[in-house]
């Protein structure tokens, strides 16, 4: 596609149930990226995945968290049993390959709120 | 200590004004460092990027990096209200090798 794309773009649920958020990267990005964002914070790393290369899962906050990447392109986050605290915006991002110059292409965000 | 520390802000300027954002970084393995831009409500947008020593400018917008000193700079020339926004400054490499590590970000307003 010509970007990133996230879905849903807001998602409000109870506190206790799952959620999944859906990340569909450019196409030929081989590097895809997991963030959050909350209210009036900078961006904090989650997990991203290269090409079969096992993900960096180091920023996870718990292990209620967790993603998947398949066939090198489409990417969900799940969270169980969500709690109030998961509150962000999940943003997804991508890039050609790790580590390459010139930064990532976020997409749009997915708002959660926990209610 | 974070690993990218931005100056706090909220930084406000008038229009015309020279807008000066600030960075400093923990991790000397780190090797690239980015600046984004986030409107409210929106996603970062990248705006300039910088991997060596030095100035790099591009149109009103030049970074400035030292890597002994461990700092990052934007500045903003000709500030114009459009540019009002949240900046972020990245770093990658190092013990951040493969993701970006975030500031938290300096609110800038530029008013007319």
Known sequence: ?115 | QKEVEQNSGPLSVPEGAIASLNCTYSDRGSQSFFWYRQYSGKSPELIMSIYSNGDKEDGRFTAQLNKASQYVSLLIRDSQPSDSATYLCAGSGGTSYGKLTFGQGTILTVHP
């Open chain 1, 1 to 115: 596609g010509a970007g990133v794309s996230q879905s849903p773009s807001n998602k409000v649920t109870e506190k206790g149930k799952d959620v999944e958020l859906r990340c569909d990267p450019i196409s030929g990005h081989t590097a895809l990226y997991w963030y959050r964002q909350s209210l009036g914070q900078g961006l904090e790393f989650l997990i991203y995945f290269q090409g079969n290369s096992a993900p960096d899962k180091s920023g996870l906050p718990s292990d209620r968290f967790s993603a998947e990447r398949t066939g090198g392109s489409v990417s969900t986050l799940t969270i169980q049993r969500t709690q109030q605290e998961d509150s962000a915006v999940y943003l997804c991002a991508s890039s050609l390959r790790v580590g390459q110059p010139g930064g990532y292409t976020f997409g749009s965000g997915t708002r959660l709120t926990v209610v």
